[in-house]
């Protein structure tokens, strides 16, 4: 059960819940208001009414606005770098490989609870504890593919970053456009095609050690 829905199955006032419980309740009922006002218009208020529980209620576990939306992104970002990790290990074969982690981020930015939007299209940016997380998060996703790359290739360290930040990058950017655009192109096609464009490109670099052969001759 996510967490909306536990804010939908706990939200008459009154539920008692186990701490754990009550606290996924409370970021799923967080997550609602943040996505559908910014972090600026939400009020602790609107939150609390959300999750159908009291302002102090609220505040035993999150002692403010920051910190809620704070354990909310850590959760967040865990979520999208599991999402990546998992992709790279699910198959050896490279082009795979590259489709599996361009359809994690578009699952990511597809998934209905819009959490993507407090990662990727925060208000709350200029907040340096938000801007280190979402920094950390991108970062260590281009080096989950850059380790990948790495490994497979002859190139350096520096230049395997380099590469996996411009995948990471083109491919949340267009999983973005491909949903704020309301395209008519269904989700497995979109990635194909993007999928396509990236490969064509990578599948150049030759493989470790040098033997000559290019990094999709034979995988």
């Known amino acids: 059960m996510t967490a909306i829905e536990q804010t939908e199955a706990a939200r008459p006032r009154g539920t008692r819940l186990p701490r754990r419980a009550r606290r996924n309740q409370l970021l799923g009922a967080a997550q609602e208001v943040f996505v559908a006002q910014g972090y600026h218009s939400a009020a602790m208020d609107d939150i609390a009414e959300r999750a159908?529980?009291?302002?102090?209620?609220l505040y035993q576990h999150f002692p403010g606005k920051l910190e809620l939306y704070l354990a909310l992104l850590d959760q967040h970002c865990e979520s999208l770098l599991q999402a990546v990790r998992t992709a790279l290990a699910?198959?050896?074969?490279?082009?795979?490989?590259?489709?599996?982690t361009m359809d994690a981020y578009?699952?990511?930015?597809?998934?209905?609870?819009?959490?993507?939007?407090?990662?990727?299209?925060?208000?709350l940016t200029n907040e340096p504890a938000v801007r280190e997380r979402v920094d950390?998060?991108?970062?260590q996703c281009a080096e989950a593919i850059s380790d990948v790359i790495a490994e497979d290739t002859d190139l350096s360290k520096d230049e395997s970053m380099l590469l996996a930040v411009g995948l990471g990058g083109v491919s949340q950017?267009?999983?973005r456009y491909w949903l704020s655009s309301e395209s008519a192109i269904p989700r497995d096609k979109a990635v194909a095609l993007l999928t396509s464009l990236a490969w064509r490109g990578i599948a150049g670099f030759p493989l470790h050690p040098t033997d000559g052969q290019p990094l999709n001759d034979g995988h």
């Open 136 to 139: 950390r998060v991108s970062l």
């Open 173 to 175: 950017v267009v999983a």
């Open 52 to 57: 159908g529980v009291s302002k102090p209620v």
């Open 90 to 100: 699910s198959t050896t074969d490279n082009k795979l490989r590259v489709e599996a």
């Open 106 to 123: 578009f699952a990511y930015v597809e998934d209905e609870g819009g959490a993507f939007r407090l990662v990727f299209e925060s208000d």
